[in-house]
């Protein structure tokens, strides 16, 4: 069992940037595929980025195209934590935005995660 618990949203104006933070508990952290999510009112939920497990965030990280370019995904696997550092954020960014866990690497390509956090509201304001 893996508990996920996002930090680090809020209200912040467009063009300014926001650093998620995802706490992971319950199980070796380190071999374990994250993955950030986002889901905006009336829409379906959304592919922001994944890091694979033990890996170099640069050489083992994807991103979702609406993002790609402005957010950065790494993780600290001393703290187990993953982030989601996001740049030049546009009022379309505004979702809850929910970061995710599976031990499988298939995870890292298939986006199907088996753990889910709560969530983190992120809004944008024009």
């Known amino acids: 069992q893996v508990q996920l618990v996002e930090s680090g949203g809020g209200l912040v104006q467009a063009g300014g940037s926001l650093r998620l933070s995802c706490a992971a508990s319950g199980r070796t952290f380190s071999g374990t595929s994250m993955g950030w999510f986002r889901q905006a009112p009336g829409k379906e939920r959304e592919f922001v980025a994944a890091?694979?497990?033990?890996?170099?965030?640069?050489?083992?990280?994807r991103y979702g195209d609406p993002v790609k370019g402005r957010c950065t995904i790494s993780r600290d696997n001393a703290k187990n934590t993953v982030y989601l550092q996001m740049n030049s954020l546009k009022p379309e960014d505004t979702a809850i935005y929910y970061c995710?866990?599976?031990?499988?690497?298939?995870?890292?390509?298939?986006?199907?995660?088996?753990?889910w956090g709560q969530g983190t509201q992120v809004t944008v304001s024009a």
């Open positions: 995710a866990a599976d031990p499988s690497l298939s995870s890292f390509y298939t986006d199907t995660y088996t753990y």
């Open positions: 890091i694979r497990g033990n890996g170099i965030s640069t050489l083992n990280s």
